[in-house]
């Protein structure tokens, strides 16, 4: 099987090993006489998938006891109104900070059931950075504090967890769940979309604190029963039908993970090939990366051409040597190069090669 590196942000590369085994047991599971696309949700088989995936995602984490692990669907764009919904319990005001796209749609979401106080905003150096600890201003009644660790459309990633005191603190961990070890009990909330560093896509991830569980007459009038975590948790992420396929298939990649050495394994990994690329980029004067150097993500590099004519030739020759995805989101354009942890070191390897005999070429 010839398999190309793929720099895609999202739905972005799998391990081959968890694909060949999905293919291996797609028609057959363990002997089962079926798929395990065609089973019930709730029969004992697919159940012991589901909370396998669960405890192999615990233990990766380390999460504690008194975290709820949810397995749910609408991606993490519906947790953007989710958030609200079932965290504000009563409040009417909720501090966000702002360091790109990604905390910009949020916010805007948040603005449709509350009073948002921008704790900080990096909108004035085109965020290309994270604010610090103590630019923030964050407010006292506050029902819970937002970010994003990691912005996958502008690389910025914050070089610390920030300090909330009793606030809960919620996280968009969408492009860099599994890529370091975190703390998960700074955290009131965790979230990220399958996508990237979990599954396929169709899944997201919410781990939220017990505490934070609010029952009907706590939530937000009128919010749909489908978006409630203490509805979800009361059912096992099974309140209705979940997307079955997918949390297989992340349970595999949990599985695939833990096999790789965890993930302060992964993260040694991911920190290696994250420098190599940058290191390149910052010897070159042909490409450039624009964030400020404590804030570089380690699975988004976005990168910009000396001459943003060459952008489409650098696309399709990039993609005929089998590197593939490499374009910037829509919204900014030239290109990013997004290394989660299935995209191996040898495809950074390839890329940094290939990018140097662009540029030479080109120069
Ligand atoms: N947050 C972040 C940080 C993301 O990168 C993305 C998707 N790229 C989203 C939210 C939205 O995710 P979804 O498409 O699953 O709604």
Known sequence: MTRAFNFCAGPAALPTAVLERAQQEMADWQGKGLSIMEMSHRSKEFVSVAEKAEQDLRDLMQIPD???VLFMQGGASSQFSM????????????????TGQWSKKAIAEAKRYCDVNIAATTEANNFTSAPSQDELTLSADAAYVHYCPNETIGGVKFDYIPDTGDVPLVADYSSAILSEDIDVSRFGMIYAG?????GP???CVVIIRE???ADADAMLAGTPTMFSYKVAADNGSMYNTPPTYSWYLSGLVFEWLKQQGGV???????RRKAQK?????????FYANPVAKHNRSIMNVPFTLKDAALDKTFLAESEAAGLLNLAGHRSVGGMRASIYNA???AGVDALIQFMAEFAAKSS
Not at 83 to 97: S, T
């Open 343 to 345: 995209v191996p070191e």
């Open 264 to 270: 302060a394994a992964i993260a040694d990994i991911n």
């Open 83 to 98: 958030i609200p919904m079932n965290l504000l319990r009563g409040k009417g005001k909720a501090d966000y900070i702002c």
């Open 194 to 198: 399958a996508q990237k560093n979990i």
């Open 277 to 285: 690329l940058y290191d390149f980029i910052d010897g070159s004067d």
């Open 66 to 68: 008194n975290y709820k």
């Open 211 to 213: 505490d934070l569980l």
């Open 201 to 203: 896509a169709g899944l």
